[in-house]
């Protein structure tokens, strides 16, 4: 038998992943989303999602997932429900290789939307209250903790934006960090420094998150890394901002990445530094990194995609032993 060849191979799912399948299914280009077996990405982590435009009342992080992967499949996009084992992608233009187990695949464009994934503290607790007052993104989650006292963990820009965010709805921020200095820029720090209800926490860590008899977050417990001191704060939320890592392993030394791990496009466009292959979603964003920024930027990669198809030649001197999919 001959070897189909793909128009589209997209790998990853979440709001990027799946807005990049509707708009290529679409457009009768037939999309293969090898979706992986946690299909939806960080939002099938997520409880109550109210910042998503379309749904008044709010939605959960699944449901909303799940109506993205349906209405993709409702327009013919293929979903693969495993996990891309390894690519080859080619640097000529050519046909790429995508293999799912032992199975190949091949495709004139591959989209990657692997996303990235919260980078965690790994201490008691944390995961069996994420979702039940522990959060990794104060600009979703901080308008349920209205007159609550909070924290942060971290010490960089990214924790100053969060803090200052979440000072506008919680009674109390904490932001805790191992050292008495901060990453963070002078001008982050000043501007944290200058809100009233943050509190600075220094020198501590994080020991472990405890529930309360809601079984939801009631107690950080917290240890002086310089005397081993203890401190138990009675907070409601827990806000980890120690950064991210973007899911880019797979093609670490094929497609060009920054220090940092993330996928490199270039100018406005999803286009990599490889002919048809287009990165979207949290893979490429260090700083917005929102459900609708990210299906932005999949229906983007959608049309690059699209239109590298419509204006590039197929390279027949690779297809040998192949058929092709309608284009």
């Known amino acids: 038998m001959k070897q189909r060849v793909e128009n589209v191979i997209i790998v990853g799912s979440g709001p990027a992943?799946?807005?990049?399948?509707?708009?290529?299914?679409r457009a009768d280009l037939e999309p293969l989303v090898v979706e992986g077996f946690a299909w939806g990405g960080l939002l099938q982590q997520t409880t109550d999602v109210e910042n998503y435009p379309?749904?008044?009342?709010?939605?959960?992080?699944?449901?909303?997932m799940q109506h993205f992967r349906d209405q993709a499949e409702r327009f013919g996009a293929r979903l693969e429900t495993d996990d891309v084992t390894s690519v080859e992608l080619s640097?000529?233009?050519g046909l790429h290789k995508v293999w799912i187990g032992d199975q190949l695949h091949v495709a004139r464009t591959v989209v990657l939307a692997m996303g990235a994934?919260?980078?965690?503290?790994?201490v008691p607790g944390e995961q069996e209250l994420s979702g039940r007052g522990v959060s990794y993104c104060a600009t979703c989650d901080a308008a349920f903790f209205k007159d609550h006292p909070t924290l942060i963990v971290g010490g960089g820009d990214s924790a100053m934006e969060e803090a200052m965010f979440l000072s506008k709805f919680a009674a109390k921020v904490a932001i805790v960090n191992r050292r008495d200095e901060f990453r963070a820029s002078r001008i982050m720090l000043d501007r944290a420094r200058a809100v009233p209800n943050i509190e600075w926490v220094t020198p501590y860590v994080v020991e472990q998150f405890l529930?309360?008899?809601?079984?939801?977050l009631a107690v950080a417990r917290l240890r002086n890394p310089q005397d081993g001191s203890e401190r138990d704060l009675q907070i409601t939320g827990a806000f980890i901002a120690v950064g991210h890592d973007p899911q880019?392993?797979?093609v670490q030394g094929q497609v060009e990445t920054d220090p940092a791990g993330y996928v490199v496009t270039k100018g406005r466009t999803t286009q990599t530094n490889l002919p048809g292959v287009f990165a979207a979603g949290d893979l490429v964003d260090h700083t917005y990194r929102q459900a609708v920024t990210a299906a932005g930027s999949g229906c983007q990669a959608a049309l690059d995609a699209e239109w590298y198809l419509r204006d590039t030649p197929f390279p027949v001197e690779d297809v040998a032993g192949v058929a092709s999919a309608t284009v």
Do not use: V
């Open 17 to 25: 992943g799946y807005t990049a399948a509707l708009y290529t299914a």
């Open 54 to 64: 379309g749904f008044p009342e709010g939605i959960t992080g699944p449901a909303l």
């Open 91 to 93: 640097r000529d233009g």
């Open 117 to 122: 994934q919260h980078r965690k503290l790994g």
């Open 211 to 216: 529930a309360g008899e809601n079984s939801s």
């Open 248 to 250: 880019s392993q797979l």
